[in-house]
C-alpha cells in the first residue's frame, strides 16, 4: 500500500489549508486512516484519525479548527485546516491502518510541509 499525501504550503495565521491522502496499491480494506504532525525538535503527535465507519478524533489543539473526512470509495481522506496558527507549522504524515492477508498493517506517507506565518 502507497499513501500519497498533498496540499501543503505556506498560509498566513487565520488561513486555511486542506490536505490530501489517497491510498493506492492491491487486495486491502482500510480500516482506518489520519494525520500525525511533527514539528521541529518535538515528537511525532496524533492530529485527527477517521475510521471506516466514520468515527473521528480529533487533538485537543486543533479541535473546533480542523475536520478530518473521507471517501472509501476512493481510498482517500482530506483534513481540512481552518484558522490556522503558527504552532500548526509541522510535517503532516499520513497514517493508514489496513487489512491485508490477514494482518493489519500501518503504513505512513511521505510527509507535507505545512507552514503558518506571515
Known amino acids: 500500500v502507497q499513501l500519497q499525501a498533498s496540499g501543503g504550503g505556506l498560509v498566513q495565521p487565520g488561513g486555511s489549508l486542506r490536505l490530501s491522502c489517497a491510498a493506492s496499491g492491491s487486495s486491502f480494506s482500510i480500516v482506518g486512516m489520519g494525520w500525525f504532525r511533527q514539528a521541529p525538535g518535538k515528537q511525532r503527535e496524533l492530529v485527527a484519525q477517521?475510521?471506516?465507519?466514520?468515527?473521528?478524533n480529533y487533538a485537543d489543539s486543533v479541535k473546533g479548527r480542523f475536520t478530518i473526512s473521507s471517501d472509501n470509495a476512493k481510498n482517500t481522506v482530506y483534513l481540512q485546516m481552518n484558522v490556522l496558527r503558527s504552532e500548526d507549522t509541522a510535517v503532516y504524515y499520513c497514517?493508514?491502518?489496513?487489512?491485508?492477508?490477514?494482518?493489519?498493517?500501518?503504513?505512513w506517507g511521505q510527509g507535507t510541509l505545512v507552514t503558518v506565518s506571515s
Open positions: 477517521i475510521t471506516s465507519s466514520s468515527i473521528s
Open positions: 497514517n493508514a491502518v489496513v487489512r491485508e492477508s490477514g494482518r493489519f498493517v500501518n503504513y
